[in-house]
C-alpha cells in the first residue's frame, strides 16, 4: 500500500522568508496530490493540490511541484506571513478510491 | 451554507459503552469518510464511502463500523470502544473520490 513520509516535522521561518516542505510517495500507481492546512483547533483544509499530468501549479504564495519519477512533491509559500503559521499535511493516492495522508509539518511563521 | 456536521463535538465515555459519532453533509456529495487524528500520525483513514451503501476499509478500521443508508449521513460506530480509541475524528466529505475533500469540525473522544 501506499506510504506518505514528510519533512520536516517542524519548521521555522522569518516573516517574509520561502518555507519548503517536501514528501515522498511509495506507490507509483497515486496520481492525486493534495496539501491540506490546519490551523490550531481548527479543521483541515485543503490549499491547492496537484494531478500527475501536471508538474506545478501555483495559487498567489503558493506553490506545489511534483516528480513522478523520483516519487517526490514539494510546497512551496513565497513571503511567508504570522497567518501561515499551521501544521501542513501532504497526501498521496487516487482520485477514485484514498488518499493517504503524512505526518504532518508544524510551520512557525516569526513576525 | 455548505457544511459538514458532526455530533457530539466531545465526549468522554467507558471502555465497553457503545457510542455512535453523526456525521451530516448538505452538498449532496458522493464520497464520504472517516479519519482519526493522532499526534505525530496525522490524518489515518478508517473508511470511507463512495456513495450509498458502498463502504470499504481505510487503514485503520479494526474496531470501527459504518454505514451510508442516505447520500448525506455517513455514521461511526464504535461497538466496543477501547481506551486506545481515544483521539480526535474527523469526517470529510467530497463530490467523487478524495478530491478536494471537505472536512466537519471534528469530535473529540475519550475513552476511559
Known amino acids: 500500500g501506499e506510504n506518505v513520509e514528510q519533512h520536516p516535522s517542524t519548521l521555522s521561518v522569518q516573516e517574509g522568508d520561502s518555507a519548503v516542505i517536501k514528501c515522498t510517495y511509495s506507490?507509483?500507481?497515486?496520481?492525486?496530490f493534495p496539501w491540506y492546512k490546519q490551523e490550531l483547533g481548527k479543521r483541515p483544509q485543503l490549499i491547492i493540490d496537484i494531478r500527475s499530468n501536471v508538474g506545478e501549479k501555483k495559487d498567489q504564495r503558493i506553490a506545489v511541484t511534483l516528480n513522478k519519477t523520483a516519487k517526490h512533491f514539494s510546497l512551496h509559500i513565497t513571503e511567508t506571513q504570522p497567518e501561515d503559521s499551521a501544521v501542513y499535511f501532504c497526501?498521496?493516492?487516487?482520485?477514485?478510491?484514498?488518499?493517504?495522508f503524512g505526518p504532518g509539518t508544524s510551520l512557525s511563521v516569526i513576525p | 451554507e455548505a457544511q459538514v456536521t458532526q455530533n457530539p463535538r466531545y465526549l468522554i465515555t467507558v471502555t465497553g459503552k457503545k457510542l455512535t459519532v453523526t456525521c451530516s453533509q448538505n452538498?449532496?456529495?458522493?464520497?464520504m469518510s472517516w479519519y482519526r487524528q493522532d499526534p505525530g500520525l496525522g490524518l489515518r483513514q478508517i473508511y470511507y464511502s463512495m456513495n450509498v451503501e458502498v463502504t470499504d476499509k481505510g487503514d485503520v478500521p479494526e474496531g470501527y463500523k459504518v454505514s451510508r443508508k442516505e447520500k448525506r449521513n455517513f455514521p461511526l460506530i464504535l461497538e466496543s470502544p477501547s481506551p486506545n480509541q481515544t483521539s480526535l475524528y474527523f469526517c470529510?466529505?467530497?463530490?467523487?473520490?478524495?478530491?478536494?475533500?471537505?472536512f466537519g469540525p471534528g469530535t473529540r473522544l475519550t475513552v476511559t
Open positions: 506507490d507509483s500507481a497515486s496520481n492525486y
Open positions: 497526501a498521496a493516492g487516487t482520485s477514485y478510491d484514498k488518499v493517504i
Open positions: 452538498m449532496n456529495h458522493e464520497y
Open positions: 470529510a466529505s467530497s463530490f467523487s473520490g478524495p478530491n478536494e475533500q471537505y
